[in-house]
């Protein structure tokens, strides 16, 4: 294999804690599934998991910090071979190597891959992490994915859904031979972050693509720039629709919607924004929402499939919309920016909403899923039954 292996290997014998290895597209991205896999893996790591990452494609760091204990192995950059033939040679190597009692894939698709490596190591227990929910629109690879995720359905020992909505729609639409369940992204952060001063500024981020609907924000912001000469927008983000954003930007002549482009310190916008937008037109879970809300920051987000449902508290802690009714979306918003108080009310109720999510209670329900399944698996294989790998 070259590089990549020196750096974890499997122990032998008996083990007090299952060995994790998650499997995600690129470790490089600034994604919310990246982050949000940063925080699951840290947080396993340091409840004593041995935890290893590999990344498919990337160039060999992690954009969110990792703990020096978690090793991640970088397929595009280690494997001898090109292709899909090269890629299931070095990952068969790294498992391996590694032994993993889990192999969890970050993104059903990478089944794809992991339905290769299940038949190859069948008391590896395979666990697919789906970030999308059902209904998602994919502009590429759509038929491939439902071929994966029938094929995950199958065969897979394990699915995990971020939505309690998602998990009835893969019950009630998919034969599921797997088990379904429902875990939420936790809050990245330890507590809850109490609004000291804010700024007349309204805070957008997220990957700069069609589903995250930016164009939509927009043409709200249009109906409202004028008004309010003293509020502006900042998106912070990057992507494929960059370019065309900032030339509907340029041409509806709005002086005051700021494109921001990657912030590594992202807390400080959440800390300092009068409010969070989110109007995308599809959400796994809606990740920027509940960060947003842990810093004491009210919301508007469209009411789209799956995520914001279960997120926010209409008129409580945010605002729910129609999806793409841009007027409607502009008439939460001009509230916020109106009624200081109302801003100051929603935000501490979204404070004290998202610590549902607290990062300890989401670890707590990963390591009690990952206990039952070990149980199962000692008595089917043996405690060591990794050791035949």
């Known amino acids: ?16 804690k299952a060995r994790l290895v998650f ?8 994604g919310g599934t990246e982050r949000v896999l940063s925080v699951i893996a840290n947080g396993l790591a340091g409840r004593g998991y041995p935890v290893s990452i590999i990344s498919l494609w990337g160039g060999g760091n992690s954009f969110f910090p990792l703990c020096d204990s978690i090793h991640v192995y970088w397929a595009e950059k280690e494997r001898r071979r090109k292709g899909i033939a090269g890629n299931l040679h070095y990952l068969t190597a790294v498992l391996k190597h590694e032994r993993p009692d889990f192999l969890i894939d970050v993104d059903s698709i990478l089944g794809c891959y992991s ?7 069948p008391a590896m227990y395979w666990v697919s992490w789906e970030h999308f929910h059902y209904y998602h629109h994919f502009q590429r690879n759509r038929h491939l994915r439902k071929i994966i995720r029938r094929i995950v359905g199958r065969c ?3 699915l995990i859904v971020l939505t309690e909505e998602d998990k009835q729609c893969y019950q009630k639409k998919l034969k599921f031979h797997c088990r379904i369940s429902r875990i939420y992204n936790p809050v990245p952060y330890e507590r809850t972050i109490p609004k000291k001063k804010e700024f007349p500024f309204i805070f957008a981020a997220g990957g700069l693509t069609r589903v995250k609907g930016f164009d939509l924000l927009l043409q709200s912001w249009r109906l409202l720039e004028k008004k309010y000469p003293q509020w502006k927008v900042i998106l912070a983000g990057a992507g494929e629709e960059e370019k065309k954003l900032k030339k509907k930007a340029a041409r509806a002549g709005l002086k005051r919607f700021h494109f921001a482009g990657v912030v590594t310190d992202i807390e400080r916008y959440y800390e ?12 796994g879970f809606g990740m920027v929402l509940v960060e947003a809300m842990s810093y004491s920051t009210p919301v508007v987000s469209f009411a789209c499939k799956t995520g914001p449902g279960e997120i926010v508290e209409d008129g409580e802690t945010g605002f729910l919309v ?27 109720k979204a404070g004290e909403s998202v610590k549902r999510f607290d990062r300890e209670r ?3 329900e990963w390591e009690s899923l990952l206990g039952e399944r070990m149980k199962r698996y000692h008595g089917k294989f043996g405690y060591d039954y990794c050791s035949g790998l």
């Open 1 to 16: 294999m070259g590089t990549g292996l020196e750096g974890s290997a499997g122990d032998s014998g008996k083990r007090e």
């Open 23 to 30: 499997f995600s597209g690129n470790m490089s991205h600034s």
């Open 115 to 121: 339905f290769f490596l299940k038949r190859r190591f």
């Open 156 to 158: 897979a020992d394990w």
């Open 272 to 283: 300092k924004a009068a409010f969070f937008v989110l109007p995308s037109r599809d959400e």
């Open 322 to 348: 129609e999806p793409e009714n841009v007027t409607a979306f502009a008439d939460k918003m001009e509230m916020l920016m109106t009624d200081g108080a109302l801003r100051r009310k929603m935000g501490i």
């Open 362 to 364: 989401i670890l707590d």
